[in-house]
């Protein structure tokens, strides 16, 4: 079954740095587009990041372009976030996420506290 796995969630600091890793298995990851996903409370879920299937392509949201990089390793079945100048209103559950036909997966996520 489609499993996906999130790691290196934490506190940072306001300025600081931060790398989400996801761990994928139960499809072709090599052929699945893949993206990251944030809920902060209260607040809807957003897209933060997309990256095509061979890593050619990206998309980021307005409030993260020029600060987060998404990358992924299809030898590995790994996807990256990484997040650079932190924002205190960067702070919520970041999720891993793919779409396989009609169904999207997601996995548990990893909160991510920006804060001083």
């Known amino acids: 079954q489609v499993t996906l796995v999130e790691y290196g969630g934490g506190l940072v600091q306001p300025g600081g740095s931060l790398r989400l890793s996801c761990r994928a298995s139960?499809?072709?990851?090599?052929?699945?587009?893949m993206s990251w996903w944030r809920q902060a409370p209260g607040e809807e879920r957003e897209r933060v990041a997309v990256?095509?299937?061979?890593?050619?392509?990206?998309n980021y949201a307005d409030s993260v372009k020029g600060r987060f990089t998404i990358t992924r390793d299809n030898s590995k079945n790994f996807v990256y976030l990484q997040m650079n100048t932190l924002r205190p209103e960067d702070t919520a559950v970041y999720f891993c996420?793919?779409?396989?036909?009609?169904?999207?997966?997601w996995g548990k996520g990893a909160l991510v506290t920006v804060s001083s």
């Open positions: 990256i095509a299937w061979n890593g050619r392509s990206t």
């Open positions: 996420s793919t779409a396989q036909g009609s169904l999207k997966y």
């Open positions: 139960g499809f072709t990851f090599s052929s699945a587009d």
